[in-house]
């Protein structure tokens, strides 16, 4: 009886941690837009707890949902993106980056355009969902949408709404960003001096003080207009498509990267970037005309003229905005640069005793244009640091952006200092209070980014370089840290490696891992993981890095970590035929231990921890999130006691 009770026992805690999770449904409808468009929905119902994450993830974070559609083989063509609706955006201290995810529900839209009769549109989602415990694997679920004539007929508008409210907060991040390089454009060589001369312009020529307000308000507003202009015909010759790739799209990347170094260069003296003259001097002979059409006139002279300072902050931010992949970004993008630069000149002409204050045009704006200069150099790697990612050449890792970004601002550090002159600067005899302090400002960030060189997370700039795991090693090639904070050097076995930040020797190959534990007779622990995997971070950076805990990884089991989200395509003979979806092939590695989890622990989701002996046996019940540092240690403990 005795045993019996203990059976039942051992088969209810088993149940309880080893359980095949099915949160998320999926349900497909269709709406009619005209004759031959139409509007296919895939709604989401999520159970409570989970959340399903968003299809716009910055880089290195969870799983995106993604919808795939054959439109080749279905007879159409997709009119813009898949769209989503609103849902929550958390600053997530894991990953260190803001993600947005759903919970109870989502819906998603995509517009489509018939090329041929079809009755049926077929298409797939990958996703991933996590609660506050676990995650489950990348998973792939086929969708099917039937077309019918007598859809419901839906709003363009409605769609259109759902999307720009979806994505007002970016921009009013771009539009501040903006609005505050308006100010620092307004701080160089070519646009500086023209505040005073252009207002004295407006006062003087002016009969009457409100005439020229006026005059002056409708100048601002024409350098409003004119880049609004520019915005809107960016949006136009990219469309939403095209501005949505930017971010993730190799060779956008390296052009960006490319483009930015030409503008820095351009800012540090090398060269002027300059539209033709024959602009200036046509736009200028319109400008003696007089009323509304002159001062417009005037505007775009400035826009012209001003380029060769203006030009890489303007094309920076559309760089930026574009990037986002909202196709308003660059508008308001524009609309918040030309503020800026508008609000002195309206301001001023209100005002006029105020010109007395402004400080006189000298060396210190080249210092400005420099030091701008500088910042788009250090921006410049960041898009080529993108490309390097998604590429996985391992060219730009971690440490060689952050000595990058050292060797820049330590330079801007010795600029500031007057230890380095550019061609265009004045003779420095003495530093000013702003210079020094701007100086030693540089100089703090540099030597903030040090540590960086050996893994020191760096929070404050951790949105530009690559992220840790992307790196050589936090302290130094073939090489781990001890209890006593020393170094030795280590001997990595074939197919192992040393898992950062921990330093704790890890296979990702189940072979290879236990084919190790059985030479030097260690017990082996599976940890069922994903790159994406919130609560395995945790796990790995609340519980692992406990000295007791740490120790008994370190020391006393194999620790073989296989990513169920492994994009990486299986070898030709290790192809096979999915066991749990008939008709489906394993390709990728991450399919095949999440297959091996599922059919022999019953249980998919992550994290998900094994103790096994030699013969492939479990030690003791498998455990998923245990953030109970004493709980996990005493699980390790009691597995490991029991290995012979």
Not at 481 to 491: M, Q, T
Request: hydrophobic share 45%.
């Amino acid at each position: 009886m005795k045993k019996i009770i203990t059976i039942l026992i051992l088969m209810i805690s088993l149940g309880t941690v080893a359980q095949i999770e099915d949160p998320i449904k999926w349900e497909t409808s269709v709406e009619k837009t005209s004759e031959t468009e139409f509007t296919l929905i895939a709604t989401a119902t999520i159970e409570k707890s989970w959340h399903l994450y968003s299809q716009n993830v910055p880089e290195n974070g969870p799983i995106p949902t993604t919808f795939y559609f054959d439109e080749a083989k279905n007879s159409f063509k997709k009119i813009g993106e898949t769209i989503e609706e609103d849902g929550h955006t958390v600053d997530d201290k894991v990953f260190g980056m803001k993600i947005k995810f759903f919970e109870n529900t989502a819906v998603f839209k995509q517009k489509i355009k018939l090329t041929a009769n079809k009755k049926i549109v077929n298409g797939s989602v990958e996703f991933m969902v996590c609660d506050d415990t676990q995650c489950m694997a990348p998973t792939e679920v086929d969708l099917e949408f039937k077309l019918s004539s007598n859809a419901k007929i839906a709003s363009t508008d409605d769609l259109n709404s759902e999307n720009n409210s979806s994505s007002s907060k970016g921009l009013l991040s771009i539009f501040l960003i903006a609005f505050i390089s308006g100010f620092a454009a307004l701080l160089t060589p070519c646009v500086f001096p023209m505040i005073p001369m252009t207002v004295s312009f407006f006062t003087k020529q002016s009969k009457t003080k409100a005439a020229g307000i006026k005059n002056a308000i409708i100048y601002g507003l024409s350098i409003i207009v004119i880049y609004v202009l520019l915005g809107v015909l960016v949006s136009l010759l990219f469309g939403a498509d095209a501005l949505n790739a930017l971010s993730t799209n190799v060779w956008f990347n390296i052009a960006f990267f490319i483009l930015l170094l030409i503008f820095a260069a351009s800012f540090l003296g090398a060269f002027e970037i300059m539209l033709p003259n024959s602009w200036a001097n046509k736009v200028d002979s319109q400008a003696d005309k007089g009323g509304l059409i002159g001062i417009f006139f005037m505007a775009l002279a400035l826009a012209i003229v001003s380029f060769s300072c203006t030009g890489p902050i303007v094309g920076t931010l559309l760089v930026e905005a574009a990037a986002g992949g909202n196709q308003i970004g660059p508008i308001v993008g524009m609309l918040g640069f030309s503020t800026a630069i508008a609000l002195p000149f309206a301001l001023f002409a209100a005002f006029p005793g105020w010109l007395n204050s402004l400080p006189k045009s000298g060396g210190w704006l080249n210092t400005v244009k420099v030091v701008l200069g500088f910042l788009e150099l250090a921006l410049a790697f960041k898009f080529l640091s993108n490309a390097d990612l998604v590429l996985q050449l391992h060219w730009l890792e971690r440490e060689v952006f952050i000595a990058i970004w050292i060797a820049i601002f330590g330079a801007l550090s010795l600029y500031l200092f007057g230890k380095i002159q550019l061609p265009h600067d004045s003779p420095l005899k003495h530093i000013s209070v702003g210079r020094l302090s701007l100086g030693l400002l540089s100089l703090t960030f540099t030597l903030y980014m040090l540590p960086g060189l050996w893994g020191a997370p760096l929070n404050l700039i951790s949105a530009f370089p690559p992220p840790q795991h992307y790196s050589e090693s936090p302290y130094g090639v073939g090489y781990m840290r001890l209890g006593n904070g020393g170094v030795s050097n280590v001997d990595i076995p074939e197919g192992a490696h040393l898992m950062a930040p921990h330093n704790i020797l890890a296979f990702n190959d189940y072979d290879k891992g236990l084919a190790y534990a059985k030479k030097i007779g260690k017990p082996v622990m599976l940890d069922f993981t994903g790159h994406a995997c919130v609560n395995c971070r945790k796990m790995e950076q609340q519980v692992w890095v406990k000295p007791k805990v740490l120790k008994v990884l370190k020391n006393d089991v194999v620790l073989i970590s296989l990513y169920v989200d492994d994009k990486r395509p299986l070898a030709e003979n290790e192809v096979v035929d999915s066991k749990l979806k008939p008709g489906k092939k394993l390709k990728y590695i991450g399919q095949k231990w999440s297959e091996l989890q599922t059919i022999k622990y019953k249980a998919n989701t992550q994290p998900f921890y094994v103790l096994m002996d030699h013969n492939e046996e479990n030690l003791n019940e498998p455990v998923a999130y245990t953030p109970d540092v004493d709980e996990y240690l005493n699980w390790l403990e009691e597995g490991i006691s029991k290995f012979k």
